[in-house]
C-alpha cells in the first residue's frame, strides 16, 4: 500500500482506496485508467519506409552510373522521408 496525496484536498489517501476521505473525490478510477497503456502509431512511418527506399535506390543508381536519374530519385526520395517525419 502506497500513499498518495490528493490533488484536492492535499491529505495522503491510500492508492487502493476507492474515494478521498477528505473532499469525496474517486480514487480508483483515476489510479486504473492512468495505469492503462496507450499504443501510439504514427501515420507517417509508411511515407518514411518509401522516402528510405527511393533515397536507397537512388544512392545505388547514381553510384552505378545512372547519371541524373539516381540523383533525382535520391533527392525526391529524401523530400518525401522529410514529409513523413512531420505527419503525425
Same mark, same amino acid.
Given at each position: 500500500m502506497a500513499l498518495i496525496k ?5 491529505? /495522503?489517501?491510500?492508492?487502493?482506496? =476507492? ?8 480514487? +480508483?478510477? %483515476? #489510479?486504473? &485508467? ?8 504514427? /501515420?507517417?512511418?509508411?511515407?518514411? =519506409? ?8 537512388? +544512392?545505388? %543508381? #547514381?553510384? &552505378? ?8 530519385v535520391l533527392i525526391v526520395g ?11
Amino acid at each position: 500500500m502506497a500513499l498518495i496525496k490528493c490533488s484536492e484536498c492535499g491529505k /495522503a489517501v491510500s492508492d487502493k482506496a =476507492a474515494a478521498r476521505p477528505g473532499c469525496g473525490d474517486p480514487l +480508483l478510477a %483515476a #489510479a486504473t &485508467a492512468a495505469k492503462t497503456p496507450v499504443r501510439v502509431v504514427r /501515420a507517417g512511418w509508411r511515407w518514411e =519506409a518509401i522516402g528510405a527506399l527511393l533515397v536507397i535506390g537512388g +544512392l545505388i %543508381a #547514381a553510384v &552505378a552510373g545512372a547519371g541524373g536519374f539516381g540523383w533525382f530519385v535520391l533527392i525526391v526520395g529524401l523530400v518525401i522521408f522529410v514529409i513523413g517525419r512531420f505527419i503525425n
